[in-house]
């Protein structure tokens, strides 16, 4: 929401939003040093849970450097070192969204850290995977990581932005699957009733991209509107949509949505 304005806070609750839960993101270019993340993470935790306040709307966030700025290592471990004394911030979540961009060594290293300092501090976990014909390959490379830290529950990690060719290693070994809706790239709504379709709708969780391209921030209520097309009842929508994300997020008491 730090790319949004305040009118998209209040198209949310019009629609039916009960909270925002916003990962820490690439900012739309790359920042220098620690001063400028730490400047970030106080925006995510406190500016803007002050304006979603304004709209009757709670905002949550999650904490990490993302894996686009994570090949400087000096400036990755800089950031990472910020972090643990602000976990005490009462609508941090947890760490995310950690993961990888281009596979790469460095990035590998970095995510190594924040699982483990999710681990240390009992933080629940959200994980960007890589985009395009590198997706695949950052999928295994990233349950392997959850896999070597034997103190990480699946039911505590949620893997975002998967697709068709992923969602189902992340189902089979116990972790939620997010589904990152865009108007055109990631999966839009049709996509991504089609997914669950075909591999279930347990541990599975729809999400809204709001970035600095193009991405609509009402992506979730659409997709209320095309499962309706599709013949769904109410309650399933609610389950979907509402009931699943709960679930996942209540495993930290601090997560209170509107209603």
Same mark, same amino acid.
């Given at each position: ?30 920042? !220098?040093? !620690? ?14 849970? #002050? *304006?979603? !306040?304004?709209?009757?709307?709670? $905002? ?8 686009? %700025? ?17 976990? &005490?911030?009462?609508?941090?979540? /947890? ?10 060594? +460095? %990035? ?5 850290? $924040? ?17 395009? %014909? ?10 392997? &990581?959850?896999?070597?830290?034997? @103190?990480?529950?699946?039911? #505590? ?16 070994? /116990?972790?939620?699957? /997010?589904?990152?809706?865009?108007? %055109? ?5 049709? *996509? ?14 729809? +999400? @809204? ?14 997709? &209320?509107?095309?499962? #309706? ?13 509402? #009931? ?5 997020? @209540?495993? +930290? ?7």
């Amino acid at each position: 929401m730090v790319s949004r304005t305040t009118d998209d806070y209040q198209a949310m609750v019009t629609a039916g939003c009960a909270a925002v839960c916003e990962p820490a993101f690439w900012a739309g270019y790359d920042r !220098k040093n !620690k001063d400028g993340f730490f400047d970030y993470f106080l925006q995510l935790t406190e500016y803007e849970p #002050r *304006r979603a !306040k304004k709209y009757l709307l709670p $905002h949550y966030c999650w904490l990490c450097i993302n894996p686009k %700025e994570s090949e400087d290592m000096g400036l990755a471990n800089d950031v990472i070192s910020l972090i643990p004394e602000l976990l &005490a911030k009462p609508t941090v979540l /947890g760490i995310g969204e950690i993961g990888l961009n281009k596979n790469s060594r +460095n %990035e590998l290293l970095i995510l190594e850290k $924040h699982i483990q300092l999710a681990a240390d501090h009992d933080q629940l976990i959200l994980v960007h995977t890589p985009h395009l %014909e590198d997706k695949l390959k950052g999928t295994h490379l990233i349950l392997d &990581a959850l896999k070597n830290h034997g @103190s990480i529950e699946p039911g #505590r990690v949620i893997i975002d932005h998967v697709e068709e060719h992923t969602a189902p290693l992340v189902l089979d070994q /116990g972790y939620w699957a /997010g589904i990152t809706l865009y108007p %055109e790239s990631k999966a839009t709504p049709h *996509r991504a009733i089609d997914m669950f379709e075909l591999y279930g709708h347990e541990r599975v969780w729809l +999400n @809204s991209a709001c970035d600095w391209g193009h991405s609509d921030p009402l992506a979730v209520p659409r997709t &209320a509107l095309e499962l #309706r097309r599709r013949g769904y009842d109410t309650d399933f929508i609610d389950k979907v949509l509402y #009931r699943n994300p709960l679930e996942f997020l @209540s495993q +930290n008491p601090r997560f209170k949505p509107l209603g």
